[in-house]
């Protein structure tokens, strides 16, 4: 019989990462914050509990797909945690975009507690976790990858693996993550170029789309960012921030600047100054247009 | 039976465009100003003029593949010039990735001997060239547009038109040079921020390549970005520099900031200090390598 | 007696050291393209000419100060320009700000004539010309400077020399404005942030303006970027982007980045898109506002 | 009699401020983690105690000198600190560069103790504290402030007030290192930009020094950046990297990007990362002769 899984995170993504286990045959003891973001997996099938450690079996497997690097320390690190609970042979996989150095810092925690930590950030958005669709990047013990491996399975459409190192997986996250909001950027002013000399800009986009950038992200990315279609948020602005700040973080503690990540980190301050922390990411976009004096 | 085509510049990719002209059953009629690089496109049948001009009959259409905006004008609006020789129904298509501001000047030119320009933008290298795969952008009068259609469609996988204003295709080009300049500056970031943390940088690319950024540009920009393998040039640095600031120009005449087109500016002009304008444009990678003390 | 000076040119600054040097003592001959622009000088004892040329006599001296390159190219270089009128023994003292190559360019062409070129561009608004309070720097051939100089130092306060290369001074007055409008950009921010942390702006500008920074500069800016007093303008924004623009490409023709430049001149044309192009320079500090979610 | 007063931190800043206040006529008790920094001051007549909470006398005042954020908090934070022998009455003069979130989080500790915190930053190198010519910036309770007034004026050359919330003295001498490295940066193009030129890097910073900057930051940084003279260190670029991170991190809490400090931030990680940390941080502008290919 498939194994008792703990889940603590039920937000944006955690919940239907939560319904893809539950789908998979897999028994699930959930924990949220707000307990009314439960609700849907507990329909589902799953069992909520109400202390955060209570997700825990000893020796069994504990997911996390949390805020920030914060959010994790905060649940783990805590007297009286799941990793506590968890004890020898425990397995935390953790979900969230969170800093190497956090990565590295639970993991010899959790290894007081003979609890492995294996990082596995996601790439996709709510809907690819619906459609198990997400692409999983992974690092930490080979022994708890092993194990926990035919659960991200069904999660995703592809696993990464990017070595024992457990901190390894967030960099490959934060630069993907980065990668992505320069795209942003570059969609963004290649777009406005373009429609300050008389162009369409959905033309444009999609001209990319269907040549040079023939993928998903410029295609999506491209589509939207053309129409200024910002709301509601896939990936908010503000955890767009977040990330890029990450990045900008691990490149500082790793001595080396990241000239293009500084400029991304002004365009997303900026957006939130004037009040769009709630958009999606896609809305630094908005900064081009008005530095051009079209909005 | 197919026309008499005169054809100008036959240098890295005028000279497989020419070749895939005469493959196609055109007749040539080329110019080269270093007459020694005629020898390839004569050697599979075109005749070879000793004056550029030459290589126009009255009412026929001439294609030019130059370097810049200056070699255009000084070809085009010369005393005697193949737009003189054109004369009365003659087309010109400008190959050349050159400043919309250029174009229409030479479209208003053209205009007083009742010549037709087609701007037609190309995308793609000698390699695609050769294969017929470019992309190609076109502007301009629908009627030369028309008649020169088949003639592209001989060259390319794919012919995108972008309207009447005969700037515009120039516009489209210039926005997809600076975002692929955008690509290789971040995906040089994002490798050197992998490098830095114990990472492979071909294991990164090749991740990236293979999930988000499932397109040509990223796997093969990806791959030699990741082997640092910037000789022998497709595309020269200081080919990449002027592009860059094509968008810098136009995007100044259009009252419009570009910082990422900025940051690119002062990568490349770098570069070129440093002794390699010669190398790829890909080379600008080197430098975020650099700035994080690693080469 | 006193030398008959030309003098062409009579704008916001050309005026009132036209008016210096009527003052001084010389008798000068004026050439405003606007013709009523000459009015004050000739109610101040100038006499106005027609025709541009019109301000020289046989191996005497002319004075241009012009809005730009192209400006001084087209009165200087054009077919019986005042260049030919002045001829052998005739010295050109061009106190506009202009690139060096320009200058070099044109000191070539005058050297056909027998005529030397001295550049002498100033620093100081129009109240410091009218003041005599001028600062000159020159470069050029030595015995034209020593013979223009004491006519410099009736509009001046200091004369500054460079060498022979005649566009020493030019590169000197291009580092100086460029220095001048990173000395605004950084008040900016600095004003910005104290006020974002609930501090007064004018408290913080008058605090840096009696300590680290007790010179003139950056008093006179910090006063009215805190107080965001940017019209009329004394020296306009257009200017200021044109000057930034000077630093740009002279550091792109020797092959080095301005990454600072670079900032600048985003700056400029975003306040120019949102058409603020007539404001003073100092006006770029908006923008800082504006990303602040200030205005 | 002069009173008693604490003395915590005796760097290169805070050995010649401890030795103007003994010089003045006060008693101090003084400590430095690495004990034998402490000798110069007891060679002058200080008293140096084992245990870092010794230097305070109940009621009385301690200054400390240390070198961030978290060196402040480890001290005064910590159980059994100098903050709870203060006591009822005391006050604590902060002179280290921290935030001002910081600041304000340490002033509500010392409050539970009934101890006032006077944030005390000062502008000037080691020289200008050994002849008392200091700025100081005060923010903090208005008593508190009154009552380490004189002993602040035994120090400096000027002190300025900020008000009463306790943050602000450090929002000013944040902006403040903001601008000075600012200044270097635009000197450090200014003069590379001159060299690329033809001109002399000093020749040019000179005459700036004298007229348009003829402030003393102008002149002493145009000498030594035109010379290349960075080692021995006045103020390390580590901690100069330390103050632009706290102006970024001070706007971003504050919702504003500070692009120039972003590009700062750039120019101080390449340095440290080719291995030029302990240089003086106008040691950066090696970075704009090696983008220029000139090292």
């Given at each position: 019989?498939?194994?008792?899984?703990?889940?603590?995170?039920?937000?944006?993504?955690?919940?239907?990462?939560?319904?893809?286990?539950?789908?998979?045959?897999?028994?699930?003891?959930?924990?949220?914050?707000?307990?009314?973001?439960?609700?849907?997996?507990?329909?589902?099938?799953?069992?909520?509990?109400?202390?955060?450690?209570?997700?825990?079996?000893?020796?069994?497997?504990?997911?996390?797909?949390?805020?920030?690097?914060?959010?994790?320390?905060?649940?783990?690190?805590?007297?009286?945690?799941?990793?506590?609970?968890?004890?020898?042979?425990?397995?935390?996989?953790?979900?969230?975009?969170?800093?190497?150095?956090?990565?590295?810092?639970?993991?010899?925690?959790?290894?007081?507690?003979?609890?492995?930590?294996?990082?596995?950030?996601?790439?996709?958005?709510?809907?690819?976790?619906?459609?198990?669709?997400?692409?999983?990047?992974?690092?930490?013990?080979?022994?708890?990858?092993?194990?926990?491996?035919?659960?991200?399975?069904?999660?995703?459409?592809?696993?990464?693996?990017?070595?024992?190192?457990?901190?390894?997986?967030?960099?490959?996250?934060?630069?993907?993550?980065?990668?992505?909001?320069?795209?942003?950027?570059?969609?963004?002013?290649?777009?406005?170029?373009?429609?300050?000399?008389?162009?369409?800009?959905?033309?444009?986009?999609?001209?990319?789309?269907?040549?040079?950038?023939?993928?998903?992200?410029?295609?999506?990315?491209?589509?939207?960012?053309?129409?200024?279609?910002?709301?509601?948020?896939?990936?908010?602005?503000?955890?767009?921030?977040?990330?890029?700040?990450?990045?900008?973080?691990?490149?500082?503690?790793?001595?080396?600047?990241?000239?293009?990540?500084?400029?991304?980190?002004?365009r997303?301050?900026a957006?939130?100054?004037?009040?769009?922390?709630?958009?999606?990411?896609?809305?630094?976009?908005t900064n081009a247009?008005?530095?051009?004096?079209?909005?």
């Amino acid at each position: 019989m498939a194994e008792s899984i703990g889940f603590i995170g039920l937000g944006t993504m955690g919940e239907p990462i939560a319904a893809s286990l539950i789908q998979a045959g897999y028994s699930l003891k959930v924990y949220n914050r707000t307990a009314s973001k439960a609700e849907p997996s507990v329909a589902k099938g799953a069992t909520a509990v109400k202390h955060h450690a209570d997700v825990a079996t000893p020796g069994g497997i504990v997911f996390t797909m949390l805020a920030d690097d914060r959010a994790v320390e905060e649940i783990a690190d805590s007297h009286g945690s799941f990793v506590e609970r968890l004890g020898s042979g425990g397995v935390h996989v953790s979900l969230s975009t969170i800093s190497p150095s956090t990565a590295s810092r639970l993991s010899a925690n959790h290894a007081r507690h003979k609890v492995a930590y294996v990082a596995s950030p996601v790439f996709g958005r709510a809907e690819a976790a619906a459609a198990r669709k997400l692409w999983v990047c992974t690092s930490g013990s080979a022994a708890a990858k092993q194990r926990v491996r035919p659960i991200l399975e069904a999660i995703s459409q592809g696993i990464f693996d990017f070595g024992e190192d457990v901190g390894a997986a967030n960099v490959v996250k934060i630069c993907g993550n980065f990668m992505i909001a320069s795209t942003i950027e570059t969609i963004s002013e290649a777009l406005v170029l373009a429609q300050k000399n008389g162009l369409s800009r959905s033309d444009v986009a999609e001209f990319f789309g269907k040549t040079l950038f023939a993928c998903p992200i410029y295609q999506s990315y491209g589509k939207k960012i053309a129409a200024q279609e910002f709301e509601p948020a896939g990936f908010s602005l503000k955890l767009g921030l977040k990330d890029v700040n990450l990045a900008i973080q691990t490149a500082t503690a790793s001595s080396m600047p990241m000239p293009l990540a500084s400029l991304l980190h002004d365009r997303f301050i900026a957006s939130i100054a004037r009040g769009r922390g709630n958009w999606d990411w896609m809305g630094i976009a908005t900064n081009a247009l008005e530095d051009a004096g079209l909005q």
